[in-house]
T-cell receptor, first 111, second 114 residues
Framework: GENVEQHPSTLSVQEGDSAVIKCTYS??????FPWYKQELGKGPQLIID?????GEKKDQRIAVTLNKTAKHFSLHITETQPEDSAVYFC??????????FGRGTSLIVHP | DSGVTQTPKHLITATGQRVTLRCSPR?????VYWYQQSLDQGLQFLIQ???????AKGNILERFSAQQFPDLHSELNLSSLELGDSALYFCASSVTGGSDSPLHFGNGTRLTVT
């Protein structure tokens, strides 16, 4: 089955810096890669996703890049703010298969 | 607000007991998923339903069972509870249940087994 590795497990940055979280996947047939943000006391919420026919997608301060050859995708957050502090999960899926989630990255943005 | 409602928010019970967690999916979503999140653990997939039928099963213990009703709400039943069952249980829903259909998560039920 699919295996998703996510790094780093913890990321600490200063407000205004950029943050990058990386994920690798094992199943070359995976074609959908969502990112979720989980704030304290809440469930994960979709923040951005990318499909395998696209190499990059941006939404204001966040962007996701996908390298199908290397089987990795990354979340980029620019101009980080304290409210970006949360746990971020990547996932990969294909066809009718259940999404496989990474183990999460705890992002801490220091004011 | 994701539109997914989970009740109760907190549940404290003793070992050996049975509890039922409830989930109402987002309006229009036909598929429901259940996940378990333990301390410092990721999201462990338990089971998926689509329009009342079981579609996929993950690492769900035999002591756990679930169902999706005709009105599409779902219940997760946990029995013979053990201390290790203490965790956050999330329900998520999606429109089609397909791989490229984003999941919408509720805010979870925190289960504490004492």
């Amino acid at each position: 089955g699919e295996n998703v590795e996510q790094h780093p497990s913890t990321l600490s940055v200063q407000e205004g810096d950029s943050a990058v979280i990386k994920c690798t996947y094992s199943d070359s047939a995976s074609n959908y890669f969502p990112w979720y943000k989980q704030e304290l006391g809440k469930g994960p919420q979709l923040i951005i996703d990318i499909r395998s026919n696209v190499g990059e997608k941006k939404d204001q301060r966040i962007a996701v890049t996908l390298n199908k050859t290397a089987k990795h995708f990354s979340l980029h957050i620019t101009e980080t703010q304290p409210e970006d502090s949360a746990v971020y999960f990547c996932a990969a899926s294909r066809g009718s298969y259940i999404p496989t989630f990474g183990r999460g990255t705890s992002l801490i943005v220091h004011p | 607000d994701s539109g997914v409602t989970q009740t109760p928010k907190h549940l404290i019970t003793a070992t050996g007991q049975r509890v039922t967690l409830r989930c109402s999916p987002r309006s229009g979503d036909l598929s429901v998923y259940w996940y378990q999140q333990s301390l410092d653990q990721g999201l462990q997939f338990l089971i998926q339903y689509y329009n009342g039928e079981e579609r996929a099963k993950g690492n769900i213990l035999e002591r756990f069972s679930a169902q999706q009703f005709p009105d599409l709400h779902s219940e997760l039943n946990l029995s013979s509870l053990e201390l290790g069952d203490s965790a956050l249980y999330f329900c998520a829903s999606s429109v089609t249940g397909g791989s490229d259909s984003p999941l919408h998560f509720g805010n979870g039920t925190r289960l504490t087994v004492t």
